[in-house]
C-alpha cells in the first residue's frame, strides 16, 4: 500500500493513503477529540468535535471523514481549533437537559468528557433544552432522547453492524431524532435488544435499564460470554464484586467486535438472582421436620461425595455412576470431571448437555476429515461466494452469526435459505427453500444429483482431495429426482437455478439444529459434507462448514472427553490403540465398555440399573424430554450429587449440593463454535463460599485419589497440552486456536495420500401421516432465552420482558380451526401437552406449528419423547406429530 | 367525504413497477403520494422490502421531505404564504380567517377531508402578496371576502374536477 508524508502538530509522519486523519493522527498517538466516530462505523462527520487546521490552507475540516494528502500540515489544537470545538460543545450543552447530573452514564459520558478536556462549564448561552419523552417500557433499554447528540452511532451500528435496521433519523430540524418506524417503542418494533446501540451512545441517551440505581461500576475487566457458542468479549463493569454491566469488549479480532445479543449484553444480572447457590448443602434426613437442606462446611460436603461414590463403585460395580458433565462449564473442568469418571470411578459413563443438541453428530465430519474440519473461523465467511443456511435461524440462537450472514448478504454474496419457516433471515436471501418436515436429506441429495447432471462440480478438486467419485457418481446419477422433488415439494426448475447460482462459486455452509436434532441428521450432514465436496468448497477459502453450537463450551466439553464414546481430542474410546494410548498417558487400565449417553443413563437409573449420579452444571429436569419421567428416574438414584451456581429443579433432588462459580467469578477456558480457545480471568468473586468447578473437582480428585490434587489451573492446562495435540494452544493466553491434526491432503497440502471419501448416499421411507396427530410441531428457541432457559429465566429482566412463548400456527389453519389471536390453545402429542395463547403468523406453513422453547419452566419438552438422538433412527427432536385443540 | 378508501392493488401496482430499482425509492414515494394524497403508514414496510431498505429508512425519507406524508391530506391542500411581502400585507389576518373559516389549525386537515392548511415559507408570488396556493393554482391579493368567496367555490362538488 501507498505511503504518503504530512506534518502533524509539527511532527513529520507517514502512514497509508485512504485513511482519515483522525486514523493517521490516531496511529500517531496524537489524540483528536470525537464523539460521532467509531473505528467499526462508516464515517460519518455529524458532530464536527474532531475539526483539525490545514496550516497552508487554512481550511477547518472533521479530521474523521477527511482522508489524508500527500504533504498536509495539520494542526490539532491550534487555537482556532481549539475555539470552534468549545463552541460545538457549548452549543450541545446548552441544549442538553439538567439530569446530565444524575446520569447513569457519569464520567462515561463522551460529552462531559470532551467539554471537561476543553474546559466548558458554564456555557453563558440561553439554555434550550430539546425535551423528548423518556422511553422505558421494556426492560431492557432505556431511551433519553433530550440528552440525544443526533451523532448518529446508534443509527449506524444499527445498520451497519447488527444489521436490524429497528431505527433510523425521522424529521428534521429540532424535531429530528432516531427513531424506529412509526415512533413506537423499541419493544414494538423489531429491534432485537442486541443493546449494541447503547454500548456505542457517547452520551447517556441510551443506557441499560436496571431495577435500581447502579451508577458507573468501580472496574472493567474483560471476559468470554457465558451463554452461548459464539463466544463474544465481555466488558464486565462491577461495583461491590457484582457485575453491574455488560458490554462488547471490542478487542482486536474478537468474534463480536462491537455487539453484543440481548442475553449476553442484558440477561448477566442473573449472577446476581437470589436463586444462587452460597454454599455447600447437604439434606438432611426427612424425619427432621425442619430445614430440608444443611449448609455445610466445603470439607464434610467433599468428604461425603468422595465417600459415597467410593462405596457404590464398591459395591455396583464402576457402571453403576453416571457423570453428566457441562457444555457451561470450561476445558479444564471438563477434562477434570471426565477423568474422574474414567481414571477414579473407572466408568465411561459420561456426557454433557451438548447431546441435547446433537454434538453427536459432529462424528461424521470427524470421522470423514480425521478431525480437519473443527477450525471455522467466522471471518473466512466473507470470502464465501454463496451461502446456504439450514434449518438453523441464528437471528435467535447465535444472534452474532446472524450479524456475519446479514452483512455477507449486503455485500452481495448471495444467500440460500432452507428451512420450513420464513426465519428473518428470508428478508435478506436469494432463495428460500421451504422442503417438507424432515425432507431436507431428500433435498440436498438432489441438489448433489442435479449438480452432477449438469457437470457443475469441480473436477480438479475431487481428482486431487477425494477418492470413490466413481462410484458415488453412479450413485448420483441413479438417484431419481422426480421422486426426490415429489418429497420434499420443492421443484425441479427451483433446484436448477440454484445450481447455477452456485455453480463454480465457493460455498459455506452454516447447519443449525433444525438439522442436528431431526431424525435423519446423521445422514443430512453427511450430504451436505457431500456438496462440499462436489463444489470444492471444503477447506477452500470461504467454504467453511459452520455448525451451530448452542452453549459456550460445548465443543470444548467433547474436545475434552466428556462424551461416552470419545476421550479427550475427540479421540475414539472403540479404537483400542487409542484406549492403549490414553492407559498410558493416565497410567490406568480405561474400561472398554462404551458409556451411556445423557438419555442413557436416564433409562438406567429409571430400570434401577444406576445407583449413583454426580451431575455439573447441567439441569436434566429441564432441558430433557418427559420431565416427568426424568424425575421419576433421578428419584430412584441411591446418591445423586449435582454441582451447579442456580438452586435449579435438578439441584433441588440432589442429596448432596456444590456451590459453584459462574464463568465471571473463576479462571478458565471456553472453545468457540469456530474452534477458537479463549481464557479469561474473573471479573468479580464468587458469592458466599461457592467455588470454581475445577477447584471442586481437584479437591474431590486428592480427596478419591488420597494424592495431592493439582491446585493450579496452569497443571491441568499442561497436562491438557501435552496429551491432546489438538490444544497446544491451551496456554491461558486470551486467545487460541484448535490445532489442525488432519492428515488428509485438503487441509495439509504436504500428504498426498490422505484422500477424503464421499459420505454414502442415503434415502429415506416416506413417513406416514397419523390422522390422530394431523399437526406437526417444530420445537425452537426464541433469543431471549438460551437452552433451556435454567440461567436466562434467572434474569430479571428476562423475566421482565414477559415472554408467553406463544403457540405459532399459519393462518390457514388458524382459519380453519376458527382460532384467532390471543385464543387458547392446547397442543398434545403421544407423550404429553403444553397450553399457551396462539397466534397467526404467515410465517409458518399449514400443517406445522411453532413451539418456542425454554419459557414456562420449558415445558415445551412435554410434548417429545425422551429417546435416543444419537441413533440415526430416532424420531430426533426438533418435530413432534401434534393435534391441537382449543381451551 | 370520508377518509380516502386505499385501493391496495393500485399501491402494489406502483410498488411494484419500482421494485429494487436503484435510486427507485423517491420516484416510488411520489408516485404513491400523487395517487393518494398520502403515503399510507401501512405501506412503509411493504415499500421497504420492495426497495431491500429498512422500514426506519424509507420512513426517514418520508420525514424529510415536505412532499410526501404519512397522512391523508384534504382534497385541497391550501398552503398560505408567510413571506415577508405576504406578511406585510396581511397573511397573518389570512391564516386566522382560514383557521376560522375552516376549524383546523395549521398542519391539520378537516374531518371530511376536504381540505389541509398548510404555510409555505415564501411561495415566490411576492407581487401578489398575500398569496396562496390551492393544490397547484395560486390566488393572489388575497383580501378576507377573497378568501371566504375562494373557500366556497373550493367547497361545491362542481368544481372539484377544476383544479
Ligand atoms: S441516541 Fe446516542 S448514539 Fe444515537 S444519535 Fe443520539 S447520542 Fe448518538
Ligand atoms: S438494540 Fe440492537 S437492534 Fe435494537 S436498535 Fe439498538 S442496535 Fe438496533
Ligand atoms: S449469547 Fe452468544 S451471541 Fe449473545 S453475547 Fe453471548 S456469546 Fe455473543
Ligand atoms: S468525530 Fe468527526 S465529525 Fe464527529
Known amino acids: 500500500m501507498e505511503t504518503i508524508a504530512l506534518t502533524m502538530d509539527g511532527k513529520k509522519i507517514s502512514c497509508p493513503s485512504g485513511i482519515s486523519i483522525l486514523e493517521a493522527a490516531d496511529q500517531h498517538g496524537i489524540k483528536i477529540p470525537h464523539l460521532c466516530y467509531h473505528p467499526d462505523l462508516k464515517p460519518f462527520g455529524a458532530c464536527r468535535m474532531c475539526l483539525v487546521e490545514e496550516e497552508k490552507t487554512g481550511r477547518l475540516m472533521a479530521a474523521c471523514v477527511t482522508p489524508v494528502a500527500p504533504d498536509m500540515v495539520i494542526q490539532t489544537e491550534s487555537p482556532r481549533v481549539v475555539t470552534h470545538r468549545r463552541n460545538i460543545a457549548r452549543l450541545m450543552i446548552a441544549e442538553h437537559p439538567e439530569s446530565c447530573i444524575v446520569c447513569s452514564k457519569g464520567n462515561r459520558c463522551r460529552l462531559r468528557q470532551v467539554a471537561a478536556q476543553l474546559g466548558v462549564g458554564e456555557t453563558n448561552l440561553y439554555h434550550l433544552p430539546n425535551f423528548k419523552p423518556l422511553e422505558q417500557a421494556n426492560p431492557f433499554i432505556i431511551r433519553d432522547l433530550s440528552k440525544c447528540i443526533l451523532c448518529g452511532k446508534c443509527i449506524r451500528a444499527d445498520h451497519e453492524l447488527v444489521v436490524v435496521g429497528a431505527i433510523d433519523y425521522n424529521l428534521r430540524g429540532f424535531h429530528s431524532r432516531p427513531a424506529t418506524v412509526h415512533e413506537l417503542g423499541l419493544e414494538r418494533s423489531n429491534c432485537t435488544f442486541c443493546g449494541t446501540c447503547v454500548s456505542m451512545c457517547p452520551t447517556g441517551a441510551l443506557s441499560t435499564k436496571n431495577s435500581s440505581y447502579v451508577g458507573s461500576p468501580d472496574r472493567e475487566s474483560n471476559t468470554i460470554c457465558g451463554f452461548c457458542g459464539v463466544g463474544c468479549t465481555l466488558a464486565v463493569g462491577s461495583s461491590n464484586e457484582r457485575v453491574t454491566e455488560v458490554n462488547p469488549a471490542h478487542l482486536s479480532e474478537s468474534v463480536n467486535g462491537a455487539t453484543l445479543c440481548v442475553r449476553g449484553h442484558f440477561a448477566h444480572d442473573f449472577l446476581n438472582s437470589d436463586n444462587r447457590l452460597i454454599s455447600p448443602l447437604i439434606r438432611k434426613d426427612a424425619d427432621q421436620n425442619e430445614e430440608q437442606w444443611a449448609p455445610v462446611a466445603w470439607e464434610k460436603a467433599l468428604d461425603l461425595v468422595a465417600q459415597r461414590l467410593m462405596e457404590i463403585k464398591s459395591e455396583n460395580g464402576p457402571q453403576s455412576i453416571a457423570f453428566l458433565g457441562s457444555s457451561k462449564c470450561t476445558n479444564e473442568e471438563n477434562y477434570l470431571f471426565q477423568k474422574i469418571a474414567r481414571v477414579v470411578i473407572g466408568t465411561n459413563n459420561v456426557d454433557n448437555g451438548g447431546y441435547t443438541s446433537g454434538q453427536f453428530l459432529f462424528n461424521v465430519f470427524d470421522v470423514k476429515t480425521d478431525g480437519g474440519c473443527r477450525i471455522n473461523p467466522l471471518s473466512d465467511m466473507e470470502k464465501a461466494e454463496a451461502i446456504f443456511v439450514l434449518g438453523a435461524d441464528p437471528n435467535h440462537s447465535v444472534p452474532v452469526i446472524s450479524y456475519y450472514l446479514k452483512k455477507a448478504a449486503l455485500q452481495g454474496t448471495p444467500i440460500v435459505v432452507v428451512d420450513p419457516r420464513k426465519t428473518e433471515l428470508v428478508k435478506v436471501a436469494s432463495f428460500w427453500l421451504r422442503p417438507k418436515l424432515q425432507t431436507d436429506l431428500e433435498l440436498i441429495n438432489a441438489l448433489a444429483a442435479l449438480l452432477h447432471e449438469k457437470q457443475s462440480y469441480d473436477p480438479v478438486y475431487i481428482d486431487n482431495y477425494t477418492e470413490g467419485f466413481s462410484l458415488f457418481r453412479y450413485s448420483l446419477s441413479s438417484l431419481d429426482l422426480d421422486r426426490a422433488c415429489g418429497v420434499t415439494g420443492i421443484d425441479r426448475q427451483c433446484l436448477a437455478e440454484i445450481v447455477d447460482l452456485i455453480n463454480g462459486k465457493k460455498i459455506a455452509f452454516v447447519v443449525g439444529h433444525g438439522i442436528l436434532q431431526q431424525k435423519y441428521g446423521m445422514h443430512t450432514l453427511g450430504a451436505i459434507f457431500n456438496v462440499s465436496l462436489l463444489t470444492g468448497s471444503l477447506a477452500a477459502d470461504g467454504g467453511g462448514i459452520y455448525v451451530l453450537a448452542r452453549e459456550n463450551n460445548q465443543i470444548g466439553a467433547m474436545d475434552m472427553g466428556t462424551v461416552p464414546h470419545l476421550l479427550p481430542g475427540r479421540q475414539a474410546l472403540n479404537d483400542d490403540r487409542v484406549r492403549k494410548q490414553w492407559e498410558k498417558n493416565w497410567n490406568v487400565k480405561l474400561s472398554p465398555d462404551p458409556g451411556l449417553n445423557m438419555v442413557r443413563m436416564i433409562e438406567a437409573a429409571e430400570q434401577g440399573n444406576l445407583k449413583a449420579m454426580y451431575i455439573m452444571g447441567e439441569n436434566p429436569l429441564r432441558c430433557l424430554p418427559q420431565p416427568e419421567r426424568v424425575q421419576k428416574a433421578l428419584a430412584k438414584l441411591d446418591f445423586l450429587v449435582v454441582q451447579d451456581i442456580l438452586n435449579s429443579e435438578t439441584a433441588q433432588m440432589a442429596d448432596v449440593v456444590l456451590a459453584a462459580a459462574a464463568f465471571s467469578e473463576k479462571h478458565g477456558s471456553f472453545t468457540n463454535l469456530e474452534g477458537r480457545i479463549q481464557s479469561f480471568h474473573p471479573a468479580v468473586v464468587p458469592p458466599g463460599n461457592a467455588k470454581s468447578d475445577w477447584e471442586i473437582l481437584d479437591l474431590l480428585i486428592a480427596k478419591m485419589n488420597q494424592t495431592k490434587g493439582y491446585e493450579t489451573l496452569e497443571k491441568i492446562r499442561m497436562e491438557i497440552r501435552k496429551l491432546v495435540p489438538a490444544y497446544a494452544q491451551l496456554d491461558g493466553q486470551r486467545q487460541g486456536w484448535i490445532t489442525q491434526i488432519s492428515q488428509k491432503a485438503v487441509f495439509n497440502n504436504q500428504t498426498a495420500d490422505g484422500l477424503i471419501t464421499f459420505y454414502p448416499l442415503v434415502t429415506t421411507e416416506a413417513h406416514s401421516v397419523d390422522s390422530d396427530y394431523p399437526f406437526s410441531a417444530i420445537v425452537g428457541s426464541l433469543r431471549y432465552h438460551l437452552g433451556s432457559g435454567t440461567r436466562t429465566n434467572a434474569s430479571e429482566r428476562i423475566q421482565g420482558f414477559d415472554l408467553c412463548g406463544q403457540i405459532e400456527i399459519s393462518p390457514e389453519d388458524g382459519a380453519k380451526l376458527e382460532m384467532v389471536d390471543g385464543d387458547s390453545v392446547k397442543v398434545i402429542s403421544p407423550f404429553g401437552a403444553v397450553q399457551r395463547t396462539i397466534t397467526l403468523k404467515k410465517e409458518i406453513s399449514p400443517g406445522e406449528v411453532f413451539v418456542p422453547i425454554a419459557v414456562n419452566s420449558n415445558d415445551a419438552m412435554n410434548l417429545i419423547e425422551l429417546t435416543d438422538l444419537a441413533d440415526p433412527n430416532s424420531p430426533g427432536w426438533k418435530t413432534v406429530r401434534v393435534k391441537l385443540e382449543k381451551v | ?163
Open chain 2, 1 to 163: 367525504m370520508n377518509k380516502p378508501e386505499i385501493d391496495w392493488e393500485k399501491l402494489a401496482a406502483i410498488v411494484e413497477k419500482h421494485k429494487g430499482k436503484k435510486w427507485g425509492l423517491i420516484p416510488l414515494l411520489q408516485e404513491v403520494q400523487e395517487n393518494f394524497g398520502y403515503i399510507p403508514p401501512e405501506s412503509v414496510e411493504h415499500i421497504a422490502e420492495a426497495m431491500h431498505m429498512f422500514p426506519s429508512q424509507v420512513q426517514g425519507v418520508i420525514n424529510f421531505y415536505a412532499g410526501f406524508s404519512l397522512e391523508p391530506k384534504g382534497k385541497f391542500v391550501i398552503r398560505v404564504c408567510r413571506g415577508t411581502a405576504c406578511h406585510v400585507r396581511g397573511s397573518r389576518s389570512i391564516i386566522r380567517l382560514m383557521k376560522k373559516e375552516l376549524n383546523v389549525d395549521e398542519g391539520e386537515t378537516t374531518p371530511d377531508y376536504r381540505f389541509t392548511l398548510e404555510t409555505a415559507a415564501c411561495l415566490g408570488a411576492c407581487a401578489l402578496a398575500p398569496t396562496m396556493m390551492v393544490n397547484k393554482t395560486y390566488f393572489g391579493k388575497l383580501s378576507p371576502p377573497k378568501v371566504t368567496t375562494t373557500l366556497s367555490e373550493f367547497s361545491k362538488t362542481k368544481t372539484e374536477e377544476k383544479v
